[in-house]
């Protein structure tokens, strides 16, 4: 980035920075601090033609989310689709992060 003065950071937050009672208090407290390191970088790094903004995805389906909820298929389905029945896969977190470093965006 720097021989450019371009590019893009996109860390990955959560809603937990959003959502109340989401998570523990340590997970939510440090996806509070992202969220806030992300908007103070974008301000310093702006001038130098460096965006930064961040994904924060709902419920991702991923085996160590499963192993904590103690669910099988079903009820890994019930917990995890929030969108009209669509369960998030990392996939689909990597499609957005891809989508906000294009120059379209």
Avoid: W
Avoid at 36 to 54: F, H, P, Q
Avoid at 72 to 83: A, F, N
Avoid at 85 to 98: C, N, R, S
């Amino acid at each position: 980035m720097n021989p450019n003065h371009s590019g893009n950071i996109i860390p990955t937050a959560s809603t937990c920075s959003k959502i109340g009672d989401a998570a523990s208090h340590a997970y939510t407290s440090s996806k509070h601090g992202l969220v806030g390191l992300t908007r103070n970088i974008a301000v310093e790094l702006g001038k130098y033609d460096i965006r930064v903004s961040c994904v924060s995805p709902h419920l991702v389906a991923i085996p160590l989310g499963n192993g904590f909820y103690k669910l099988d298929d079903e009820g890994c389905h019930d917990v995890y689709s929030v969108l009209n029945g669509v369960v998030l896969k990392p996939e689909d977190v990597a499609e957005a992060a891809l989508f906000l470093a294009r120059d379209e965006s």
